[in-house]
């Protein structure tokens, strides 16, 4: 409890320390009219630095005069991006753990494409983001949105498929030996010793698949024009309108839309440690 | 002459004081959970004291707190006539743990070297001592090879090596032959005695073997279950210097008995 | 992305015995590379077969084709991305590890940069591209350098906090036992104990930097950038061409990234070492 405390308040420290951090570097900008540490004269102004807190009270404005506020139009955004990442990102679990269970049965299969995985992860996918946007929507079968989730899955895909075989991996082996000695089938054994043991690995993974998945619909989203979701509202407002303060407050909910399906994750994870181990996360 | 010896040569002058050792009424507590009873000891310079204790009973917390590495609850420690806080900042002990605790990614040369780096020797010495100490534990072939490639009892050399390396005027030691095989426990148990002999130095030391604490001590300290607290120290009056003979020595067998017969009293309560 | 053992290399298992060197290695390559082969075979047959149009797959012939004939203009965008992600990378670790060194001084701060890295590390931090573009301009290499930086800070940050306190208590005692001073406690024990976390971090990081480089000229970049060619490549139907593009960059992903590993192997010798000379 006591170390929880401590966090909490030590977390709140550099909240707070970030909040300085960036109206301090305002500050800066202001009194000497250029961005640091690559100045760029005539940039400094107060429109491009914002306080935090006009941040905050944009969401609550009128935006583009209509009536409808920022806060308004950004959740129904939100909600285009959620559909994307929520889609994706169920595909990409069911591909990762299904990946992850087959090299963790097949060391030939883990030994033939492992390292595609791998190497995977060093190719630079999001830029495929445009030919995928594109190649889906030349697809009439497939909704519009179909090739932001796609992104989504691919950035799941990964950790997951790392995050099950590694859990799969962490079974004890006398657990195994003495299921065996039951006559166990592997089905039994996979659902009965395997994937209980996996479970703290794949929701570790499940977290950082489900923030990977926002980073995909939202690169995937300002790839494709007209696409919508937070990702076409930050194009829009960073490239077409140039209103500052709804670029940063868009941004802002981007940070909060990532924090959200962290957390969707995170009390799925508590609930199941509940429910089958009574083991409080 | 090397850095170090000077002020090794000038705190095993001043140990002659009032014992290596002294500990009074010297108890922990972890948390509500007593871990070590009220003790006293000192140990004599020059002395050889071994604790013999059932499992958890407090033997590596007392080495510890010798260490000054835990605080004691409750009582004093001086170590060489000072607070056991400035034995440690003065380098007065080596310690060899119950983990060989070596460094990967320094070669077992470079493992034994360690003090020595740290209390600032020049590097010639440094590896002109580290070279005699492998030598001492038959490990000089394998200088240049990395902790991981050695077996658990060849790494515990290693450990007392780097122990010995700044010939510290008291030993601290947890079951330093633990991971050895009988033979190479009874070689190393002779080497330890061919160095105290050479050194002078003091030892505490920690054993679960019986024969073992026998044959190396001038004294057996016995200690109780969990909270410990010293049951009897029994002294060894066996001839010197320990040789093989020793091992045979009816005197051997009876002391053997005797410490056997008190440990016995301390887990019956 | 907390731990290196969260990583892509990490995973791809220990490195063959050096005893057993070429041998071993390449029997170990034989599986993967068949299967890339026969991947790439099934791809140019069913495309061909199926008359899949380019618009969804373009065949891998005409993309190699694409990748020679192009090369010059396509190095020299992958270039233009490229030293944008290397400078980031730099700037990004660097600041990375040396907020980690100072974070780590300072027991709260310690405790609480952690969290918080993760979070701050976990969210699309590329959606501040837009906010670089708007500070130093859409046409200035600092736009990307600053997104790219920004991705790799808190990956290294938090796996140099996280390394840094990984030593085990053992080995802080022995060390304590010398009354070793501070600054030997971090150049013997801590900042070794840390490598390998950093440079597990440093992997990600690699892979990172070029992805947030060109998807920060995704949001606007110079006209010469590998962003930019993707994008109205695509605009202009020619499918093949974006597709050589990616290739070209992923070349350079994982360049980066083999260079990352070769460091590492020359940080960490002892961690090549073949285990098992025991007597
Ligand atoms: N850091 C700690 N926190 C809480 N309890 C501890 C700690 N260290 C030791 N203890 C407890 O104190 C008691 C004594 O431990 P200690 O390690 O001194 O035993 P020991 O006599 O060396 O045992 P062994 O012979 O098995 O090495 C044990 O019951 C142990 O559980
Ligand atoms: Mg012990």
Redesign the pocket.
């Given at each position: 409890m006591r170390q929880g405390a401590r966090r909490a308040i030590g977390v709140t420290g550099v909240l707070a320390a970030l909040v300085l951090l960036w109206e301090g570097y305002r500050a800066l900008a202001l009194a000497t009219g250029a961005t640091w540490p690559i100045a760029v004269r005539g940039t400094g102004n107060a429109q491009q630095f914002p306080h935090v807190w006009d941040i905050v009270l944009a969401y609550g404005r009128p935006y583009r005069g209509a009536g409808e506020t920022l806060g308004a139009f950004l959740v129904g955004e939100a909600g285009a991006t959620l559909r994307e990442v929520a889609v994706g990102f169920a595909l990409g679990v069911v591909i990762g753990f299904a990946l992850g269970t087959l090299f963790a049965h097949s060391r030939l299969a883990e030994r033939a494409l492992m390292p595609w995985v791998v190497v995977s992860q060093t190719v630079p996918f999001l830029a495929f983001a445009p030919i995928l946007v594109v190649a889906t929507g030349s697809i009439d079968a497939l909704p519009d949105w179909s090739g932001v989730a796609l992104l989504s899955t691919y950035l799941v895909v990964f950790p997951m498929t790392v995050g099950t075989l590694r859990g799969l991996r962490s079974a004890p082996a006398s657990g195994e030996e003495l299921l065996r000695s039951y006559g166990a089938s592997a089905w039994t054994r996979l659902w009965r010793l395997r994937v209980p043991a996996a479970v703290p690995q794949l929701f570790a993974a499940a977290k950082v698949g489900a923030t990977a998945a926002v980073v995909g619909a939202i690169v995937g989203e300002l790839s494709a024009p007209g696409a919508g979701g937070i990702g076409g509202a930050l194009f829009d407002f960073g490239r077409v309108s140039n209103n500052a303060l709804q670029l940063f407050a868009t941004a802002l909910a981007a940070g909060l839309l990532g924090i959200a399906a962290y957390t969707v994750v995170a009390l799925a994870e508590r609930a199941v440690l509940r429910r089958f181990t009574g083991v409080r996360a | 002459m090397s850095a170090g010896e000077p002020a090794l040569a000038a705190s095993r002058a001043d140990a002659g004081v009032g014992g290596v050792v002294a500990l009074r009424g010297v108890s922990k507590d972890?948390g509500a959970?007593p871990?070590l009873a009220p003790v006293s000891l000192d140990v004599a310079p020059g002395a050889f004291v071994s604790l013999l204790?059932p499992?958890?009973?407090?033997?590596?917390?007392?080495l510890r707190i010798v260490a000054d590495l835990v605080e004691p609850s409750a009582g004093s420690v001086t170590v060489a006539g000072r607070p056991a806080r400035e034995a440690r900042e003065r380098r007065d002990y080596g310690m060899v743990f119950?983990a060989a605790t070596l460094f990967d990614w320094r070669t077992i040369r470079r493992n034994v070297e360690l003090p020595l780096e740290v209390m600032g020797w020049r590097a010639a010495e440094r590896r002109a001592r580290a070279q005699r100490m492998l030598e001492l534990v038959d490990l000089a072939d394998v200088a240049d090879l990395r902790p991981p490639q050695l077996s658990g009892g060849m790494q515990q050399r290693v450990a007392i090596a780097r122990a010995l390396a700044f010939e510290p005027a008291l030993l601290l030691m947890d079951?330093p032959f633990g991971a050895l095989d009988e033979l190479t426990r009874e070689r190393m148990q002779d080497g330890l005695l061919a160095i105290r002999a050479r050194t002078g130095t003091t030892v505490l030391f920690?054993t679960?073997s019986i024969p073992e604490a026998v044959f190396l001590s001038s004294s057996v300290v016995v200690m109780s279950a969990?909270p410990?607290r010293v049951l009897a120290e029994i002294p060894v009056d066996l001839p010197e210097p320990r040789t093989e003979d020793t091992r045979e020595d009816p005197r051997f067998f009876q002391l053997v008995t005797e410490v056997r017969e008190t440990l016995r009293r301390g887990v019956r309560p | 992305m907390t731990t290196p053992a969260a990583t892509p290399a990490a995973v791809a298992g220990a490195a063959p015995a050096p005893g057993a060197g070429l041998v071993r290695r390449s029997a170990g390559a034989a599986a993967p590379l068949a299967l890339g082969l026969g991947v790439l075979v099934v791809w140019e047959v069913a495309v061909r077969a199926l008359g899949i149009r380019p618009i969804l797959l373009p065949p891998p012939s005409a993309i190699a084709a694409a990748v020679v004939q192009d090369l010059p203009r396509l190095a020299g965008a992958t270039w233009v991305t490229g030293r944008s992600a290397l400078l980031g990378f730099a700037i990004g670790a660097g600041g990375g590890f040396l907020a980690g060194l100072a974070a780590s001084r300072w027991r709260p701060l310690r405790e609480a940069v952690v969290p918080v890295g993760v979070v701050l590390g976990s969210l699309p931090i590329v959606a501040t591209a837009p906010i670089f573009n708007l500070w130093f301009g859409a046409l200035s290499i600092w736009s990307k350098v600053a997104v790219v930086a920004l991705v790799v800070f808190f990956p290294v940050l938090v796996n140099t906090v996280a390394g840094l306190a990984s030593a085990p208590a053992s080995s802080q005692e022995l060390l304590r036992s010398y009354a070793a001073p501070g600054r030997t406690v971090l150049t013997a024990l801590q900042i070794p104990s840390a490598l390998p976390f950093v440079f597990g971090a440093l992997r990600v990081a690699a892979a990172l930097s070029v992805i947030a480089a060109v998807v920060a000229e995704f949001f606007g970049g110079f006209r010469d950038s590998a962003g930019f060619f993707i994008k109205t490549l695509m605009a202009n139907a020619d499918y093949t061409g974006a597709w050589a593009t990616v290739v070209a960059l992923s070349a350079f992903g994982l360049a980066l990234f083999g260079a990352v590993a070769l460091a590492e192997r020359v940080a960490m010798p002892w961690r090549r070492d073949d285990r098992g000379v025991r007597t």
């Open positions: - | 972890y959970t871990a204790g499992s958890g009973c407090g033997k590596s917390t007392l119950q079951e920690v679960h969990r410990g | -």
